[in-house]
């Protein structure tokens, strides 16, 4: 099990970009897949984004490719999302999850195991 901390958001205007970050406990980060989620008011949460254990491998909802980038920095134990040209629609509240891998260097958009509480990102049009 992975301790997840979110950090980063805050209200921004449309076009501006935020980084959120999400640092996890333990030593054990290199075996882990990280994902984005998010969670708008009156709907369910989504995927936003994920990234392999190695870094190597991500992938994006159709509502963020080309604008979200997530990284990691396994030295920090930190997961990053970047966001830019963000969107009133991109409005919600985000959260980092971990997922425990054995061998596998893939990402995934759903079955995780670990989430944080959250960051509030305000988008105004």
């Known amino acids: 099990q992975v301790q997840l901390a979110e950090s980063g958001g805050g209200l921004v205007q449309a076009g501006d970009s935020l980084r959120l970050s999400c640092e996890a406990s333990?030593?054990?980060?290199?075996?882990?897949?990280m994902g984005w989620f998010r969670q708008a008011p009156g709907k369910e949460r989504e995927f936003v984004a994920g990234?392999?254990?190695?870094?190597?491998?991500?992938r994006y909802s159709d509502p963020v490719r080309g604008r979200f980038t997530i990284s990691t920095d396994n030295a920090k134990n930190t997961a990053y999302l970047q966001m830019t040209s963000l969107k009133p629609e991109d409005t919600a509240v985000y959260y980092c999850a971990a997922r425990f891998t054995v061998f596998e260097d893939t990402t995934y958009s759903e079955g995780y195991d670990d989430w944080g509480q959250g960051t509030q990102v305000t988008v105004s049009s």
């Open positions: 333990g030593r054990t980060f290199r075996r882990y897949a």
């Open positions: 990234v392999s254990r190695s870094g190597l491998r991500t």
